[in-house]
């Protein structure tokens, strides 16, 4: 199981740790039981996963050795039978960053007066117009694709991500109609 390339833990069904990958020395502390690397908020909701229906996935910030708390998204499979309980940690923090990154940058050009760098400048004005109606559906499908992981950002008690994500993009939105109706 050391050579498992992602953060694997195989635990007893009190969360004492049987056997790790190797990538769980790299981000984690080393302890004796899985709770310890659980953020106090987290634990309830772990301690739940023994009468959840097996394999499933949840959220959960953990006790990082960068961080002490880092959101990963945690699938399991509880094996009542054999009382061991399987998880795979995946690192979720560092995609909300990105993505929060991105809107910063696109929501800087446009304020800047820069959003040609954003929406493809073409030669005629209908070209314009449509790139900028193809950045208002993008920002709803983005928008759409949000509502489908918001049950699991409020399981997390991450809905701030959501709501943080929604007011970006209602700004860039706003400031796409502001050239809209400059150009228009």
């Keep these: ?8 833990f195989k635990l007893r069904g009190d969360f004492s740790i049987l056997d790790v990958s190797k990538e769980v020395t790299h981000l984690f502390y080393p302890v004796t039981s899985f709770l310890h690397l659980v953020d106090s908020e987290s634990r309830n909701k772990i301690k739940r996963l023994l ?6 996935k949840m959220e959960l ?5 960068e961080s002490p708390t880092t959101l ?4 399991f499979n509880y094996q009542q039978k054999e009382d061991t309980i399987h998880l795979v940690c995946l690192n979720e923090t560092d995609s ?5 990154f991105e809107f910063q940058q696109i929501r800087e050009k446009i304020q800047s007066g820069s959003w040609e760098k954003v929406i493809p400048k ?7 117009n449509v ?8 920002i709803s499908t983005i928008n759409d694709l949000l509502n489908i992981i918001q049950y699991d950002l409020q399981s997390a008690g991450k809905e701030e991500y959501a709501e943080l994500i929604r007011s970006e993009l209602a700004d860039i939105k706003e400031y796409i109609s502001k050239i809209n109706k400059t150009t228009g």
Excluded: C, W
């Excluded at 009468?51 to 499933?56: A, D, K, Q, R």
């Excluded at 909300?96 to 929060?100: D, E, K, Q, R, V």
């Design 1 to 8: 199981m050391y050579r498992i390339p992602v953060p694997y």
């Design 51 to 56: 009468n959840v229906p097996s394999p499933g």
């Design 61 to 65: 910030n953990l006790k990082t050795i």
């Design 72 to 75: 990963f998204t945690i699938h």
């Design 96 to 100: 909300y960053n990105h993505i929060h």
């Design 122 to 128: 073409e030669t005629e004005d209908t070209a314009h």
């Design 131 to 138: 790139n900028l109606q193809q950045a208002s559906r993008k």
